[in-house]
């Protein structure tokens, strides 16, 4: 059964402090996005990779966060330094980026928050 | 304004139809998407149409788009209470067959209730 794998799920961590969230796209997607999920501005897209090429991280915080594709199997989404406006859930999805199907594959999220 | 606009409530009794409604803003939209999120889970998509349909079916969704008024709308027909979830409305606006960042609404809470 595949499925985007997220890791953590949760993670609680103090103000200041480095957070990593990892993200195993489905084997054979392409196509990565990282968005984040809060109640004030719903569903945000940070940042999304096609064969793992940045394509768009115009919604990310360019001084804390970074998001990288070090190889075809595992994207990550690191703050650096985390803040307490950082808590969200934070979702990684992946696809093909061509095809009839055009569906994204979310995964189950990573709940951040910092305190 | 948004790109994308759904109300945020809807409450339907059990064995009912709900209709939740989605307008958007980009002329250019090619896909358009319906996702369901249960809590604590991520996004599932649900049903997508092509821009160039007016409705697609399946089992008992209904996906009616009218593209003049830039207007979506999902039904469920004989909604139950394992219905009851956050639904987003999302539109792609990647030419071709080409999946691209979606652009999502806040997402409409559906209550069945028994």
């Known amino acids: 059964d595949a499925r985007v794998t997220q890791t953590p799920r949760h993670k609680v961590t103090e103000m200041g402090q480095e957070v990593t969230m990892r993200c195993q796209p489905i084997?054979?997607?392409?196509?990565v996005f990282w968005y984040r999920q809060t109640m004030m501005q719903g569903l945000e897209l940070l940042a999304y990779?096609?064969?793992?090429?940045?394509?768009?991280d115009s919604g990310m915080p360019k001084d804390r966060f970074s998001a990288e594709m070090p190889d075809a199997t595992l994207a990550t989404l690191k703050i650096q330094p985390s803040e307490p406006r950082d808590s969200a859930v934070y979702f990684c999805?992946?696809?093909?980026?061509?095809?009839?199907?055009?569906?994204?594959?979310f995964g189950q999220g990573t709940r951040l928050t910092v305190v | 304004g948004e790109d994308v606009e759904q109300s945020l409530f809807l409450s339907v009794r059990e064995g009912d139809s709900s209709v939740i409604n989605c307008t958007y803003t980009?002329?250019?939209?090619?896909?358009l998407y319906w996702y369901k999120q249960e809590p604590g889970a991520g996004l599932q998509l649900l049903t997508y149409?092509?821009?160039?349909?007016d409705m697609k079916q399946d089992q008992r969704l209904t996906v009616l788009l009218n593209k003049k008024d830039k207007h979506l709308s999902l039904r469920i027909a004989d909604t139950q209470t394992g219905d009851s979830a956050i639904y987003f409305c999302?539109?792609?606006?990647?030419?071709?067959?080409?999946?691209?960042?979606?652009?999502f609404g806040r997402g409409t809470q559906l209550t069945v209730w028994p």
């Open positions: 999805a992946s696809g093909l980026g061509r095809g009839v199907n055009t569906e994204a594959f």
């Open positions: 149409i092509f821009s160039n349909m």
């Open positions: 999302a539109e792609s606006r990647e030419g071709g067959s080409t999946l691209g960042r979606l652009y």
């Open positions: 980009d002329s250019s939209s090619t896909y």
């Open positions: 084997l054979g997607h392409n196509t």
């Open positions: 990779f096609r064969n793992r090429a940045p394509l768009d």
